[in-house]
């Protein structure tokens, strides 16, 4: 299985805020990551942050990562429809990415 | 932002046949790619890391012969499925890393994926 872990669901009324939490191994990952999927695409890279950092603000996505317990989450706010997808939280380890299973964020009305 | 395009986005091939996708950088330079595979509901697996000008590194597991990957030029990428059969068939996206040091230096970026069925 995985080695970096997620929750796999999390549904939120649009207009709230979504948090989705990751936990993590490497403790030297240099780069935690949060990608966004929709059905049938590929990735997009939502953010990113530096492990020397505790938390990165990008207009509605903030990042918290707490590295003594490698945690990792993203913050939506203000969720909007077009926000359901799936979400994954990587790590680099050695030269190369790790993900976690993915959380199927579900947006409802 | 940087674009990775990946070509063809869907294809049908019979069994038996090979097939080749492409992954490219457009607007930067990837010494480094990587080939993932998906499946329904399921996260990423590594398969291979791609190599500008050297052979690739095969994760535990993944058929070199059967996979194969050309890493030819630094925006350029192939993935040849040689002699597919049904349980091939999946999604296969690929990413690059860009070459510039600094802030992106460590920035990986994904292609839309190929869906890929064998009849």
């Known amino acids: 299985g995985e080695d970096v872990e997620q929750s796999l669901f999390l549904s939120v009324r649009e207009g709230d805020s979504s948090v989705i939490n990751c936990t993590y191994t490497?403790?030297?990952?240099?780069?935690l990551y949060w990608y966004k999927q929709e059905p049938g695409a590929g990735l997009q890279l939502l953010t990113y942050?530096?492990?020397?950092?505790d938390m990165k603000q990008d207009q509605r996505l903030t990042v918290l990562l707490n590295k003594k317990d490698k945690h990792l989450s993203l913050r939506i706010a203000d969720t909007q429809t077009g926000d359901s997808a799936i979400y994954f939280c990587?790590?680099?380890?050695?030269?190369?990415?790790?993900f976690g299973a993915g959380t199927t964020v579900t947006v409802r009305a | 932002g940087a674009v990775v395009s990946q070509h063809p986005s869907w294809v049908i091939c019979k069994s038996g046949t090979s097939v080749k996708i492409e992954c490219r950088s457009l607007?930067?330079?990837?010494?480094?790619m990587f080939w993932y595979r998906q499946f329904p509901k399921q996260s990423l697996m590594l398969m291979a890391t791609?190599?500008?000008?050297?052979?690739?590194?095969?994760e535990q597991g993944v058929e070199k012969d059967k996979f194969l990957i050309n890493h030819a030029s630094l925006t350029l990428s192939t993935l040849t499925v040689t002699s597919a059969h049904p349980e091939d068939s999946s999604f296969y996206i690929c990413?690059?890393?860009?070459?510039?040091?600094?802030?992106?230096?460590?920035?990986?970026?994904f292609g839309e994926g190929s869906w890929l069925t064998v009849v």
């Open positions: 942050i530096f492990s020397n950092m």
């Open positions: 791609s190599n500008e000008g050297s052979k690739a590194t095969y």
């Open positions: 990587a790590e680099i380890r050695d030269y190369k990415l790790s």
């Open positions: 490497d403790s030297s990952s240099t780069y």
């Open positions: 990413s690059a890393r860009d070459n510039k040091i600094g802030v992106s230096g460590n920035t990986i970026y």
């Open positions: 607007d930067f330079q990837a010494t480094t």
